[in-house]
């Protein structure tokens, strides 16, 4: 229109009643039957133009858009600052088949995670994976940004009898693999420690506990050559033993054993020859 501001309708409803007993008010039903193809409700705009507009009043209100790629924008506007939220209370569950996955998107001035799960049904789990992968990672994370703080960090203050983290290598296969691969892979980080742990309570702060009668239990491929490969620190340590090696059952082995290939003189107090330097 050329004629200055003008507001058109195609169709514009008013319907009001009374409030004298009970009253049901239905601005406009569409019923369509009996076709092959029908449609409820066609709307079509110019491009970058709104589709659908649903409006509390002036300053709150929601916007469903088309464009012309058929990308759909669901858009909330209100008076407040960052408070139009959008709640979907399905009666059952919230699925997509997207045909090119799912991609959340966070802007840089939300002040606010990408994605919170907020559960509040006790016995259930609050994110379940159930994944068919077969060559490719279930989860991937990728924070090649991050600098001062942790990519993953879990926390619990109420633990009992349970765990912060279970991983089960169930598989039969006897192929040569790593049920847990921790790599420092840069050679550069002279500092960087592959893995710390703290333990500040009175219980072990690593157990292994090996069920298998073969196999090393704990196997040290080092490559070290000025530095030390295993260094204990005990300096408090006043009745206790820095190393206590029980082993009660021995035959022909020896509690411990070794074969240092060196012209290196040395000497060791031993007992009954269950302890050993082989000099090669």
Not at 147 to 153: K, S
Not at 202 to 215: C, E, L, V, Y
Not at 227 to 241: C, E, M, P, R, Y
């Amino acid at each position: 229109a050329d004629a200055g501001t003008v507001n058109q309708w195609g169709i514009y409803n008013v319907v009001s009643g009374g409030t004298n007993g009970t009253t049901t008010a239905i601005g406009e039903e569409i019923i369509v039957t009996g076709q092959d193809t029908q449609i409820g409700l066609q709307v079509q705009v110019d491009a970058g133009q709104t589709h659908i507009k649903l409006k509390k009043d002036a300053n709150d209100y929601a916007t469903f858009a088309v464009a012309d790629t058929g990308d759909l924008t669901i858009a909330t506007v209100g008076d407040g600052s960052l408070d139009s939220d959008m709640i979907l209370n399905p009666d059952g569950l919230l699925k997509t088949t997207a045909a090119a996955g799912v991609e959340i998107e966070n802007g840089i001035a939300t002040d606010a995670p990408a994605l919170l799960i907020d559960n509040n049904d006790t016995d259930q789990i609050a994110l379940n994976i159930d994944a068919a992968n077969i060559d490719e990672n279930v989860v991937l994370v990728t924070a090649n940004a991050v600098t001062t703080t942790e990519i993953l960090n879990v926390t619990s203050s109420s633990v009992t009898t349970g765990r912060i983290a279970s991983l089960n290598d169930d598989s039969a296969n006897t192929g040569t693999r790593n049920s847990v691969d921790i790599v420092q892979s840069n050679a550069s980080a002279s500092n960087a420690t592959a893995l710390m742990v703290k333990s500040v309570g009175g219980g072990a702060g690593i157990q292994i506990d090996k069920d298998s009668t073969g196999g090393i239990v704990l196997d040290i491929d080092a490559q070290t050559t000025t530095a030390n490969v295993i260094d204990v620190s005990a300096t408090a340590l006043t009745t206790g033993k820095a190393l206590n090696i029980d082993c009660n059952a021995i035959t022909t082995g020896y509690a411990a054993y070794f074969d240092i290939a060196d012209t290196a003189i040395g000497s060791i107090n031993k007992s009954n020859g269950y302890v050993t330097i082989n000099y090669a």
